[in-house]
């Protein structure tokens, strides 16, 4: 009985924090980034990608923890290496910001599935 309560706060955690990441997230993205969809290219198409998966990875992790999470783990990284790649590795803050909203709900919901297991 106490195992499962402790996943659901897990869980709970993970869900609150995510939605706190996503508007975080979406704040940022369409102040700063919005202007850039009109000049979509080569490069900066996989970046609008790879939002749309790790978005599709936050409905997916309501559901199935593991799976959503490892989305988010993954697919947050990978933002995040292509964000710094694409400053020309000289923004490091702009790796974080489109890591950690990502990685840090996916390390919960990731908690949650294996606290329930």
């Given at each position: 009985m106490a195992t499962q309560t402790v996943s659901k706060g897990w869980k709970l955690t993970a869900r609150i924090l995510s939605?706190?990441?996503?508007?975080?997230?979406?704040?940022?993205?369409?102040?700063?980034?919005?202007?850039?969809?009109?000049?979509?290219?080569?490069?900066?198409?996989?970046?609008?990608?790879?939002?749309?998966?790790?978005?599709?990875?936050?409905?997916?992790?309501?559901?199935f923890e593991m799976i959503g999470g490892l989305v988010l783990v993954v697919g947050g990284f990978a933002l995040g290496v292509y964000a710094f790649l694409s400053t020309g590795g000289d923004d490091a803050m702009t790796a974080v910001i489109y890591t950690v909203p990502f990685?840090?709900?996916?390390?919960?919901?990731?908690?949650?599935?294996?606290?329930?297991?």
């Open positions: 939605v706190i990441m996503i508007i975080g997230f979406l704040y940022y993205f369409v102040t700063n980034e919005f202007t850039r969809l009109e000049n979509m290219s080569i490069e900066t198409g996989p970046i609008y990608f790879m939002i749309f998966s790790v978005f599709i990875g936050f409905i997916v992790s309501w559901f990685v840090v709900p996916g390390f919960l919901f990731l908690v949650s599935w294996f606290r329930r297991s």
